[in-house]
């Protein structure tokens, strides 16, 4: 430092350098941590004279093969004393590649152009060194169970931490747009490689723009280069590390045409290497692979992993679409050979196709919301650019042909991975423009066939070909996983591909129980998309099939739950299939399976349960023979059994389909003769139960069990967890134990917050039902349920469902009520009072809100209606109020009775001892006596 700062030797250049290398060589095996403050000045005065031009470049290069070796500590404090300088010294390392970017101009500009890039490597090199440092189980830690790979993204290494603070990356990024020598493209990938391990360093990558160029060295490599593989690898972590930033970088149109043009190169004109001895082979299977054309075929498959995380970003979709990857990827490896053929034939995929389909599909883009212009270019684009790029070119026999796909693992994986991708493609969203791009990109999936093709592979009679029998058993599974995305967006196609009986054809011959249970998923969702599913699969027998599949008690309890699920769907408003549900012994089978027993499995009962009662409501219930026959198989009894034990998500199921069945004047007959065996309690005092647990959920009843607000009678505008605390503080029992009631509303709750982990469950019977004085609950999935159904007394509807129960029997009981529950009745029948009169003060208050003033005749018929209902409400408060005098009276006489009986036994006691036997007693004794009177 005093040599090239004092002002005798400024100037002298040569010494400069000779000076750096010696102390290059003296700390050959790496500079001390102490000498790093002078280190990191050197440094910057090194790299600012060669800014200035000076011929440092020589000396710059030692320091930085130096600097490339770990630091040498001299006291175990070292790493503290003087580690805080070491991000500035990386900073100002690469801050020497702003400088020695490949020259243009001069020929003596060009002379100095292998120096610079002799300095690029070694910092590359250093960088690689210092992000790599550190990347074992041995340095880092681990928590139990953790992979290093997760702890790496998580913490990081020492090193990774000091590249972040020191913001290497965006003159990384800089210089390696500009980068031409191969040697330092590839060290400064691998350095790129190891730091995108780390999260941060991961969204910095992102975010200096690195990504596109990431890309780009992709598209002009050929394959076998190894540049190929870390620049995918650098892709893959970057996109798992900082997905929302990565995916959105990578929706650009020129990436996508990046990975078009790969992916066509690949389909089309083959691997890297295929010697004439050694060409494919379709019919016997024979690959005759080289380990080179294995590799290649691997490297293709990671960029469709690529493709597949870029494709869930819902914005990028419609660039598959526009770009022509998607046609490139339907007509070379999404569809049969037979239907690529018959699009060739056809001309889908010529250049003056755009024009017919785009008319062709213009109605359904008119009236949505998009950009007219937007969807055209992504029309054209699907059918035009696909054959721009030379895909149907016929000069080029091979580029027609294309590369067949054969049984190999790497083929395997790569129709998983298409398949996935395009179906998600194909998904809709709930905004108008992305709707409309799914339903382009799901037309052309039509236009392709791609529907057909999959249907292909879930022939069960089909010989078996190429595939081994797990072969075909994963084709199976990923079809169909393709295609419960795909009948939700395109279910027409589904139908006229015959895909209800295909699927159904493979659920009957298939004997794997993970075929089994994608064939149940599909057909859930399917059943739903329209009343012509369900009469399509009641034509062609499903419903035996899906009775035998649920009596089987072979099969897994998931498999028979969605087995109720979709008959549940199938019977619904249909009469036919209800018919052929009760032939078939349907209704025998679920009476048997009406019941709550969640310790004879580890299996989710609860939602088997749902499932179960919702097929008794929707395919029993509504249909006269079907409910004759389930109440004389005793199903009226098991659904009470199981309403006394079940938690409170499946009694609001059960009460709902009691409500309806109790329309049939014999089943309300046998709700009356029902009695618990357990608490010999009736059906009317359990529904009671349930009412006053309702109201104590919704706050609404005061600790003497009156009402407690002539406004709102059914949900009071006290907050419900203050109402029942203080019913928990009262200590009262009315018709069971308060703290009882609130220990099982608190398991419903906390059971209904935790159950979205399990296995989805979609109710189809959870409709209105007009003129019954009843709802449902509205149909949602197993995660939204609880929330839904446990967050207040007014969105759960359980007290509508047990009034219209109870209305239907005519609020008779054969046993006698207690006081508490003859209050709760009172307040039953007057529930529909109560709620119209809840109903008109919210219609006054939202008038009052808006500032609106209704004529007077209005104004005063609301006044009355209110006042009507609320007299109503007073005088069943009245008589609630006398039923709790009625009660204090009794239990004050009960008390009397009591403390009379004490005072006649200590009388008696008295009377039998025998003159002057002492009688010992305390103080305290003598004060209870005294409390008792004479």
């Not at 290649?296 to 979709?317: C, G, H, P, Q, T």
């Amino acid at each position: 430092m005093e040599l090239m700062t004092s002002k005798y030797t400024v100037d002298l250049v040569d010494r400069h350098v000779a000076a750096i290398r010696k102390l290059c060589k003296v700390c050959c095996n790496g500079f001390l941590l102490k000498h790093l403050e002078a280190l990191v000045d050197l440094l910057h005065l090194a790299v600012e004279r060669f800014a200035q031009g000076q011929d440092l470049a020589q000396a710059l290069c030692d320091f930085t093969r130096v600097a490339s070796q770990p630091f040498v500590s001299c006291k175990t404090s070292d790493m503290i004393t003087y580690g805080h300088h070491l991000p500035a010294f990386i900073k100002g390392l690469v801050s020497v590649l702003t400088y020695t970017l490949p020259p243009s101009g001069p020929a003596r500009l060009e002379q100095r152009k292998a120096m610079f890039e002799r300095l690029r490597i070694e910092v590359a090199h250093t960088l690689a060194c210092w992000a790599r440092f550190g990347l074992d189980e041995d340095s880092v830690e681990l928590l139990p169970n953790q992979p290093l790979i997760q702890a790496v993204a998580d913490s990081g290494t020492p090193n990774l931490r000091i590249l972040r603070q020191s913001n290497v990356m965006d003159a990384v990024s800089a210089s390696f747009r500009s980068e031409d020598s191969p040697e330092s493209i590839v060290i400064t990938l691998g350095a790129i490689r190891d730091m995108s391990l780390y999260r941060p360093l991961a969204c910095q990558i992102t975010n200096c723009g690195l990504i596109s160029n990431l890309v780009h060295v992709i598209r002009v490599n050929l394959l076998g280069s190894d540049v190929l593989l870390v620049a995918a690898e650098v892709l893959w972590n970057v996109l798992e590390l900082d997905w929302d930033g990565a995916t959105e970088a990578l929706g650009q149109e020129e990436v996508i045409e990046s990975f078009r043009d790969f992916m066509h190169a690949v389909l089309t004109r083959g691997y890297r290497f295929k010697a004439p001895q050694q060409t494919l082979s379709a019919d016997t299977g024979d690959t005759g692979d080289t380990e080179c054309f294995r590799k290649d075929k691997i490297f293709r498959n990671d960029m469709m992993v690529l493709l597949m995380y870029i494709s869930k970003r819902a914005e990028n979709r419609v660039l598959f679409a526009s770009t022509g990857l998607m046609a490139l990827l339907l007509s070379y490896a999404a569809v049969s050979e037979a239907r690529r053929k018959e699009l060739l034939q056809n001309g889908y995929l010529e250049p003056g196709s755009a024009s017919f389909l785009r008319q062709r599909f213009s109605d359904g883009f008119h009236g949505c919301g998009c950009k007219e212009k937007h969807l055209q270019e992504a029309l054209i684009g699907f059918y035009g650019r696909a054959a721009d790029c030379g895909t149907c070119s016929a000069s080029d026999p091979q580029a027609s042909k294309g590369i067949p796909l054969t049984n190999t693992q790497e083929d395997m994986e790569f129709r998983t991975l298409l398949w996935g991708t395009l179906a998600r493609c194909c998904s809709s969203e709930t905004c108008a423009e992305a709707f409309t791009a799914a339903f382009l990109l799901a037309s052309a999936a039509v236009q392709c066939g791609f529907v057909e093709s999959l249907l292909e592979c879930l022939d069960a009679e089909a010989p078996p070909e190429k595939w081994s029998q797990e072969q075909r058993r994963q084709v199976q599974l990923e079809a169909l996983s393709s295609l419960f995305q795909l009948v939700q967006y395109v279910p027409d196609a589904f139908m006229e591909a015959q895909g209800n009986a295909m699927v159904l054809q493979l659920l009957q011959a298939t004997r794997s129980r993970e075929v089994q249970k994608k064939c149940l998923h599909l057909l859930q969702v399917a059943v739903r998309m329209g009343p012509h599913f369900a009469e399509n699969l009641g034509q062609l027998g499903a419903v035996g099939t899906l009775v035998e599949l649920f009596t089987d008690k072979d099969n897994p309890m998931t498999s028979r739950q969605m087995c109720a699920s979709v008959l549940a769907t199938m019977c619904k408003e249909y009469p036919e299939n209800a018919r052929e549900f009760r032939k078939k012994d349907g209704v025998e089978a679920m009476r048997d399976e009406v019941v709550y027993r969640p310790g004879e499995t580890t299996d989710n009962h609860l939602f088997y349960s749902l499932c179960v009662v919702d097929c008794v409501w929707n395919a029993v219930v509504g249909t006269r023979k079907n409910e004759i026959r389930f109440l004389d198989a005793g199903g009226l009894f098991a659904l009470l059994d199981c309403l006394e034990v079940a938690p409170m998500l499946l009694k609001r199921q059960i009460i709902g389909c009691l409500a309806d069945l109790m329309e049939y004047k014999k089943a309300a007959k046998l709700f009356t003769q029902w009695n618990s065996q357990v608490t010999m309690k009736g059906a009317l005092r359990l529904l009671l139960e349930l009412w006053q647990c309702e109201q104590q959920a919704a706050g609404n009843l005061a600790p003497d069990g009156v009402i407690r607000d002539l406004d709102q009678p059914l949900n009071p505008r006290a907050p419900p967890t203050l109402a029942l605390a203080e019913l928990i503080d009262d200590g009262e029992s009315t018709v069971t134990s308060t703290s009882r009631l609130a220990g099982k509303f608190r398991h419903a709750k906390n059971f209904a917050d935790t159950a979205g982990t399990g296995t989805s469950v979609t109710t189809t019977s959870q409709h209105h039902t007009q003129g019954k004085g009843f709802e449902k609950a509205p149909a949602s999935a197993q995660q939204r349920q609880g929330s839904q159904w446990l967050s207040s007394g007014v969105e759960q509807r359980g007290r509508a469902k047990i009034y219209a129960v109870l209305k239907c029997i005519g609020f008779e009981c054969q046993e006698t009520l207690s006081i508490a529950e003859r209050q709760q009745m009172e307040l039953v029948k007057l529930y529909p009072m109560a709620v119209e009169l809840e109903m008109w003060i919210k219609v006054q208050e939202s008038l009052a809100i808006r500032g609106v003033k209704p004529v007077n005749a209005d104004r005063q018929w609301i006044e009355d209606c209110v006042m009507e209902r609320k007299d109503q409400a007073a005088w069943v408060q009245n008589i609630q109020k006398k039923l709790a005098e009625e009660r204090q009276m009794e239990e004050e006489a009960s008390l009397e009775r009591f403390y009379k009986d004490l005072r006649g036994r200590a009388q008696i006691q008295r009377m039998a001892q025998p003159p002057g036997y002492p009688t010992h007693m305390g103080s305290n004794d003598s004060d209870v006596w005294n409390e008792l009177g004479p």
